[in-house]
């Protein structure tokens, strides 16, 4: 199969996918090395495809319905990071990203995609496996998330849920 068939052999596995699929995945449906698809993946962002890369892996961007909202928090233990994003899941939102304003570096973007509990219980796995700090930690605990919410009710679940938690930033 040639570069180009490639390509269009990845966006139909992706466009057909339930969820995120991993790059280590997408290399052995198609019989290539993972380093492959990585610069397929690149090339076809840079053509206008909206893939977006989660912890979970490669996603098409499909505009889901929703609102978009952001909130501000901040919390200084791993327990309160996964709280948090339960919070916000427990109550019908995707936590989309998680957004840090660095003194050097500007705004930093986690592409997150968390839908519910077992991508958190997933998300926060990865991060004590591979011993990962949160993006969090580089500004003192203070963090946005983007949320996608069904509507403005559940945004303003989330909301209390995390006043109550002491985790939202007023």
Do not use: W
């Not at 968390?114 to 969090?136: M, N, W």
């Amino acid at each position: 199969m040639n570069a180009v068939a490639r390509r269009e052999r990845l966006m139909e596995l992706l466009e057909k996918a339930d969820g995120a699929v991993s790059a280590t995945a997408l290399a052995h449906t198609l019989s290539v090395s993972r380093q492959i698809i990585v610069g397929d993946i690149a090339l076809l962002r840079a053509a206008g495809e909206r893939i977006t890369a989660t912890p979970r892996g490669y996603v098409l961007d499909r505009s889901a319905a929703g609102e978009l909202r952001t909130v501000a928090c901040r919390h200084t233990t791993p327990e309160d990071m996964a709280n948090e994003l339960n919070i916000m899941v427990d109550n019908g939102c995707t936590v989309v990203n998680v957004i840090v304003d660095h003194r050097v570096y500007g705004q930093l973007v986690g592409q997150l995609d968390l839908s519910s509990r077992y991508d958190v219980s997933v998300f926060i796995q990865k991060v004590v496996e591979h011993g990962a700090k949160p993006l969090s930690d580089l500004t003192g605990g203070i963090h946005l998330h983007t949320l996608r919410c069904p509507d403005e009710s559940a945004y303003r679940r989330v909301t209390e849920a995390l006043q109550e938690a002491g985790i939202l930033l007023t």
